[in-house]
């Protein structure tokens, strides 16, 4: 079973910065898309950031470009979240997501996600 385990959230000061971890267990990490979602109270869920299997590509939410990165490390089966010059509206449980990417694995387009990770900004 794959599942991803998020940690790193907390509260932090507007304008700090965290970094959110999420590892997987699974034997094939490198065949996943990563993305993170957040989901802020009473909003719907929302695509943060993603990042592709090998790590080439990224794709960022317009409300978080320039102050978010996303990484993977396939060593380790972990993605990260950068989070700086946080802002109050960052406030929301955040999600790892995995995708299976590996057309000819039969799991192709199988995706796990996580429980969350609660961050809070405060001023």
């Known amino acids: 079973q794959v599942q991803p385990v998020e940690s790193g959230g907390g509260l932090v000061h507007v304008g700090g910065s965290l970094r959110l971890s999420c590892a997987v267990s699974?034997?094939?990490?490198?065949?996943?898309?990563m993305a993170w979602y957040r989901q802020a109270p009473g909003k719907e869920r929302e695509l943060v950031a993603t990042?592709?299997?090998?790590?080439?590509?990224?794709n960022f939410a317009d409300s978080v470009k320039g102050r978010f990165s996303i990484s993977r490390d396939n060593t380790q089966n972990t993605v990260y979240l950068q989070m700086n010059s946080l802002k109050p509206e960052d406030t929301a449980v955040y999600y790892c997501?995995?995708?299976?990417?590996?057309?000819?694995?039969?799991?192709?387009?199988?995706?796990?996600w996580g429980k969350g990770t609660l961050v809070t900004v405060f001023s």
């Open positions: 997501n995995a995708r299976n990417q590996a057309i000819l694995s039969g799991y192709y387009g199988m995706e796990y």
């Open positions: 990042i592709s299997t090998t790590g080439d590509r990224t």
């Open positions: 699974t034997f094939t990490f490198s065949a996943y898309g």
